[in-house]
C-alpha cells in the first residue's frame, strides 16, 4: 500500500493520559499535515511540515499537543493529560513539495477519551 | 477557522439523478479542490480546479469556479448508491499559504 497510513485506527484513552498517534506519509511527498475533525464538520487545520520543519501551527494546537517529524520520513502527533474535548478523529495527509498539489489523506485515528 | 462552506449540508436523490453541491469561500486562492468522506473514514481527494480555470472534467464530476464569486460547484452526473458519501471543498488562501481550509461539507444520500 503506497498511500498515507496512520496508526492506531482507534485509541481510547482515560482522561489525562498521553497519547501518540503516527503518521507515515506517500514515500516521494515532502509536506505533511495534520487536522483535526469532530463529529458533523470539515476537517480543521493543525500543523504543517517541510521535509521535518514544521512551518506552521494553527491556534488549535494547544500546549498540550506536540507534532514532530525527525528526519522528515513518518511523523507522530502526541497529545498529553488528554481531555474529553480532544476526541476526534485525527487525520494525516501528505502532498508534493509542488506547490497547489492536491493533498492525499490517511484513514484517520479515531481517539475517543473517556 | 474554516474557509469553505458547502451548500446544501444535506441532499437526498434517486439513484441515476444528478447531484449539485456548491462551496463558498472567502478569500483569494490558489485552487480549489474537493474531496470525498465516506462516514468515518479518510477523505478521498476528487478533483483540484485551479483559479485561473473555470470549468473541469473527471468521469462523473464536473467542477466550476468562479473566483469573481468566491464559489465552486460539484456536479455529479448520474448517481450511484456508492456515491453516498460526504463532499468537502477545500481552499488555500492564495500566495503563501500551505495548507487547506474545508467547509463544513455537504451530506449525499442516493437511494438505490
Known amino acids: 500500500d503506497t498511500g498515507v497510513s496512520q496508526d492506531p485506527r482507534h485509541k481510547i484513552t482515560k482522561r489525562g493520559q498521553n497519547v501518540t498517534f503516527r503518521c507515515d506519509p506517500i514515500?516521494?511527498?515532502?509536506?505533511l499535515y495534520w487536522y483535526r475533525q469532530t463529529l458533523g464538520q470539515g476537517p480543521e487545520f493543525l500543523t504543517y511540515f517541510q521535509n521535518e520543519a514544521q512551518l506552521e501551527k494553527s491556534r488549535l494546537l494547544s500546549d498540550r499537543f506536540s507534532a514532530e517529524r525527525p528526519k522528515g520520513s513518518f511523523s507522530t502527533l502526541e497529545i498529553q493529560r488528554t481531555e474529553q474535548g480532544d476526541s476526534a478523529m485525527y487525520l494525516c495527509a501528505s502532498s508534493s513539495r509542488t506547490r497547489g498539489a492536491e493533498a492525499f489523506f490517511g484513514q484517520g485515528t479515531r481517539l475517543t477519551v473517556v | 477557522s474554516q474557509q469553505g462552506e458547502e451548500d446544501p449540508q444535506a441532499l437526498s436523490i434517486q439513484e441515476g439523478e444528478n447531484a449539485t453541491m456548491n462551496c463558498s469561500y472567502k478569500t483569494s486562492i490558489n485552487n480549489l479542490q474537493w474531496y470525498r468522506q465516506n462516514s468515518g473514514r479518510g477523505l478521498v481527494h476528487l478533483i483540484l480546479?485551479?483559479?485561473?480555470?473555470r470549468e473541469k472534467h473527471s468521469g462523473r464530476l464536473r467542477v466550476t469556479l468562479d473566483t469573481s464569486k468566491k464559489s465552486s460547484s460539484l456536479l455529479i452526473t448520474a448517481s450511484r448508491a456508492a456515491d453516498t458519501a460526504s463532499y468537502f471543498c477545500a481552499t488555500d488562501r492564495g500566495a503563501g499559504a500551505n495548507n487547506l481550509f474545508f467547509g463544513t461539507g455537504t451530506r449525499l444520500t442516493v437511494i438505490p
Open positions: 514515500s516521494e511527498h515532502n509536506r
Open positions: 480546479i485551479r483559479s485561473n480555470e
